[in-house]
């Protein structure tokens, strides 16, 4: 731990203390005042464009105009120009009112400052100067200076998350770079029509590209608060399950949060781990078409009432279908007491017959159930109930599932 600490603490220094040397080494040198105002407003473009940056649906990450305006930058003004403007430009109100720690700041300024100098190298070096943009060699040069870039800030970060979660540097860049890359590719071409606007027209007019960024800041604000929304109403419905039977308190959150660890273990992409997560706190929905009599029933069922019980799945199912953000949800609720070896219902599904998100659920459901107090009967040990899965595996769960909930299990409750 105290290893690995001192070793981030080194990474992040030293990285801050590259961006200082390479600052400090090349002082921007200005022709006169008309200069000295184009630069500061480019500036201030660049700063607008990171405050206005645009969230990626659920939190990870952002694009943002600054990066782009960076490139413009370097290309008009030159690399010593262009390294200031990408360590001061880029300060947003957290970094200055230090809310985010002080070598954080200087990290995130130290990557900016590196990867700028790089641009700034792979330009010249193909294109043999700066100040203007010319067809097609300095197309060329902008785009293989912008991959440089963007490849070197997400090869930074993904070794310091790396170092600092204690993971393989390649899992990051799967898990957290790699689908983010696209994203940032498609902003060059702006970049470079940038530079050439510049050239044409002056720096004015791009104030204009500002406002199709404010466009899709708006939209995109509201498909995440859409979202939220959704979570709260999955939350809401969760809640008012539970509440009819005293006796499965939590139980839908736990089913949640299990299922989305197994999906996770299973490698299943985010969307479908985040898919899983609703689905889980959702799966029981249909309950609220049972009886008291069933619900509250303290001892075993009759053939009847269990039959009565049964239909729970697909009552849930058909609540679940008129969700459509839910999609194949419906599905994983229709067959979440599907068994492995066919025996379960609604449907009698086996094997892989049965959709996977329901054997996920299937099995996080009955650790939870046996491993809560229930009217009929007392809660095993986390022990008893991970030896009783074992027991189930290729019979009424999914062997692969089983694996991946004994491995969180082991990690998470018993410490193995
Ligand atoms: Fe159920
Ligand atoms: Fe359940």
Not at 102 to 107: E, I
Not at 227 to 239: M, R
Not at 256 to 283: F, I, T
Request: with cysteine.
């Amino acid at each position: 731990m105290e290893k690995r600490f001192r070793l981030f603490n080194a990474y992040v220094w030293g990285i801050a203390g590259l961006g200082i040397f390479l600052l400090a080494t090349n002082i921007p040198k200005f022709q006169d005042g008309r200069h000295v105002a184009e630069v500061l407003f480019l500036a201030i473009l660049v700063a607008c464009g990171e405050a206005a940056a645009v969230p990626f649906p659920r939190g990870k990450g952002t694009a943002s105009m600054a990066t782009p305006l960076i490139f413009t930058v370097i290309v008009l003004h030159g690399p010593a120009v262009g390294m200031w403007v990408a360590a001061l430009a880029t300060l947003r109100k957290r970094d200055l009112s230090l809310e985010v720690p002080l070598n954080v700041v200087l990290f995130n300024r130290g990557m900016l400052t590196v990867c700028a100098y790089v641009f700034s190298k792979i330009y010249f070096l193909i294109y043999g100067g700066f100040g203007s943009l010319e067809f097609p060699r300095g197309l060329f040069a902008f785009i293989l200076a912008a991959t440089g870039f963007t490849l070197l800030n997400a090869i930074i970060i993904g070794q310091g998350l790396a170092i600092q979660m204690k993971v393989p540097f390649v899992s990051i860049w799967r898990r957290n770079i790699v689908w983010m890359l696209p994203n940032m590719f498609a902003l060059f071409p702006m970049g470079a029509l940038m530079v050439l606007v510049v050239q044409q027209v002056g720096p004015l007019v791009l104030v204009l590209f500002y406002l199709p960024l404010i466009v899709t800041r708006v939209s995109l604000q509201k498909y995440i608060d859409l979202w939220e929304t959704y979570s709260e109403i999955a939350a809401a419905l969760s809640i008012a399950i539970d509440a009819r039977d005293s006796y499965t308190h939590g139980h839908s959150v736990r089913v949640s949060e299990y299922s989305g660890k197994v999906a996770k273990k299973l490698g299943l992409n985010d969307e479908d781990v985040e898919l899983l997560k609703y689905v889980g706190l959702l799966h029981d929905v249909g309950k609220v078409g049972l009886s008291d009599g069933i619900l509250k029933k303290q001892g075993p069922f009759t053939y009847a009432e269990y039959e009565e019980m049964k239909n729970h799945a697909e009552i849930g199912a058909d609540i679940i279908k008129v969700m459509k953000f839910l999609g194949k949800g419906e599905q994983w609720i229709r067959h979440h007491h599907e068994r492995w070896d066919g025996s379960g219902f609604p449907g009698g599904l086996a094997g892989e017959e049965i959709p996977l998100g329901a054997r996920i659920i299937a099995c996080a459901d009955a650790f939870d159930a046996m491993t809560t107090d229930r009217p009929y009967k007392d809660k095993m040990s986390y022990e008893e109930a991970r030896k009783e899965l074992i027991r189930c595996s290729e019979t009424q769960f999914d062997p692969k599932v089983v694996k991946a909930m004994i491995k969180i299990i082991d990690q998470e409750m018993l410490g193995k």
